[in-house]
């Protein structure tokens, strides 16, 4: 079983800056894959950006280029570091993990057995 905890987001003027995180409890393998998704009001839930044990990141077009994926082994704990923020980025962000996976497997968002509580990203312009 894995928890997912959440924290960062919050309120920020377009051109800002965020950093999620996503600190894992509980039994995670060697090998295991993650992953931000977000949903904006009326539309469905996207994958925005996915990493794996051996650190292979996978990102949406729409994302490439303003944010990060990133993890810290240590601390069990994944981040995702947004720059220069759009009020198109505004949205409830989760993370998700799946153990046993690689990036890929991170893509596809019903395969995914573990999800944080989501926390609320809302840019102003």
């Known amino acids: 079983q894995v928890t997912l905890a959440q924290s960062g987001g919050g309120s920020v003027q377009a051109g800002g800056s965020l950093r999620l995180s996503c600190a894992a409890s509980?039994?995670?393998?060697?090998?295991?894959?993650m992953g931000w998704f977000r949903q904006a009001v009326g539309k469905e839930r996207e994958g925005v950006a996915t990493?794996?044990?051996?650190?292979?990141?996978r990102y949406a077009d729409s994302v490439k280029g303003r944010f990060t994926i990133s993890q810290d082994k240590a601390k069990s704990t994944m981040y995702l570091e947004i720059k220069s923020l759009e009020p198109e980025d505004t949205g409830v962000y989760y993370c998700?993990?799946?153990?046993?996976?690689?990036?890929?497997?991170?893509?596809?968002?019903?395969?995914?057995?573990?999800w944080g509580q989501g926390t609320q990203v809302t840019v102003s312009s």
């Open positions: 990493i794996d044990s051996d650190g292979r990141t």
């Open positions: 509980g039994y995670m393998p060697n090998t295991y894959c």
């Open positions: 998700a993990a799946e153990p046993w996976a690689l990036t890929e497997y991170c893509l596809n968002e019903s395969k995914l057995d573990y």
